[in-house]
Nanobody
Framework: QVQLVESGGGLVQAGGSLRLSCAASGRAFSIYNMAWFRQAPGKEREFVGAITSAGDRTSYADSVKGRFTISRDNAKNMVYLQMKSLEAEDTAVYYC??????????????????WGQGTQVTVSS
């Protein structure tokens, strides 16, 4: 079991930057692949990016590639999402998620076993 708590959301102007954090508690955090998803009002949950359990590889949605960066610190049980050049379309609730599947980085929310409560990111244009 792992519990996830996101933080760092807020209101930012278009073109600005924001860093989200995800604190994990529980045992063996470093065995999980981690990901960030987001959900805007009236839309389905959308994959943002993922990182392997060791933190040596990442994967991103095309819509955020080159603007967002995922990292993790297994010693601190933390995962981060650095967001820059934010756009109004990035407005959503952002969720941190963990999966026991480590053979590949999944973009399917159904493959993730544990979720945080989400943090709101609002980008004003």
């Amino acid at each position: 079991q792992v519990q996830l708590v996101e933080s760092g959301g807020g209101l930012v102007q278009a073109g600005g930057s924001l860093r989200l954090s995800c604190a994990a508690s529980g045992r063996a955090f470093s065995i999980y692949n981690m990901a960030w998803f987001r959900q805007a009002p009236g839309k389905e949950r959308e994959f943002v990016g993922a990182i392997t359990s060791a933190g040596d590889r990442t994967s991103y949605a095309d819509s955020v590639k080159g603007r967002f960066t995922i990292s993790r610190d297994n010693a601190k049980n933390m995962v981060y999402l650095q967001m820059k050049s934010l756009e109004a379309e990035d407005t959503a609730v952002y969720y941190c998620a963990a999966t026991r599947i480590t053979s590949y980085m999944s973009n399917d929310p159904a493959k993730y076993n544990f979720w945080g409560q989400g943090t709101q990111v609002t980008v004003s244009s």
